[in-house]
């Protein structure tokens, strides 16, 4: 398997003295897999590090230079090889904690059709975000829990159960 470059934000036309690109290592892409958990409902969870957005992050380093990916864009990555410009990483199953690719998982898509997906799915307005990312993130993390078994599914501070949808 060869090493896949990606590309840093920003940087392609800057003049520097580290690469613009910093590459997806084989020991970057093992530990992506030690962390992804196959569901029943056939998502791959990602079980690392959550953001504050709600969606999975990864770390890696190449010859000492720092990348930090969302970690949808980084299956997609894998996936592609690399991903063209103005394409986003859409997640076709709602769940911001799944990395796989296809199936009506992770797909390429573009900035103006994710938003449509995601006002048709009753996360945004068209004006107003309805799910917000704090809520997000605590639902992530409630999952990731649930599948390394840290916890027992249960309300919520709000005293909810989360949605099933939600979860899976």
Same mark, same amino acid.
């Given at each position: 398997?060869?090493?896949?470059?990606? #590309?840093?934000?920003?940087? !392609?036309?800057?003049?520097?003295?580290? %690469?613009?690109? +910093? $590459?997806?290592?084989?020991?970057?892409?093992?530990?992506f897999w030690r962390r992804v958990r196959v569901t029943d409902s056939g998502c791959w969870i990602w079980t690392g590090a959550v953001?504050?957005?709600?969606?999975?992050?990864?770390?890696?380093?190449?010859?000492?230079?720092?990348?930090?990916?969302?970690t949808h864009r980084f299956a997609l990555t894998l996936a592609l090889g690399?991903? #063209?410009?103005?394409?986003? !990483?859409?997640?076709?199953?709602?769940? %911001?904690?799944? +990395? $796989?690719?296809?199936?009506?998982?992770?797909?390429?898509?573009?900035?103006?059709?994710?938003?449509?997906?995601?006002?048709?799915?009753?996360?945004?307005?068209?004006?107003?975000?309805?799910?917000?990312?704090?809520?997000?993130?605590?639902?992530?993390?409630?999952?990731?829990?649930?599948?390394?078994?840290?916890?027992?599914?249960?309300?919520?501070?709000?005293?909810?159960?989360?949605?099933?949808?939600?979860?899976?």
């Open positions: 398997m060869t090493d896949i470059d990606v #590309p840093l934000p920003g940087l !392609a036309n800057l003049r520097r003295t580290r %690469p613009s690109t +910093v $590459r997806i290592t084989t020991a970057a892409r093992r530990s953001a504050s957005d709600g969606y999975g992050r990864i770390t890696w380093t190449h010859h000492g230079v720092p990348r930090t990916l969302s690399t991903i #063209p410009a103005g394409i986003v !990483a859409a997640h076709g199953c709602d769940h %911001p904690l799944c +990395v $796989r690719f296809g199936a009506g998982h992770v797909h390429p898509s573009t900035q103006s059709a994710n938003l449509h997906h995601a006002i048709d799915a009753g996360r945004h307005d068209n004006v107003n975000l309805v799910v917000d990312s704090t809520r997000r993130r605590q639902q992530s993390l409630t999952t990731r829990a649930m599948l390394l078994g840290r916890c027992e599914p249960q309300a919520n501070s709000n005293s909810e159960q989360p949605e099933q949808s939600m979860l899976f």
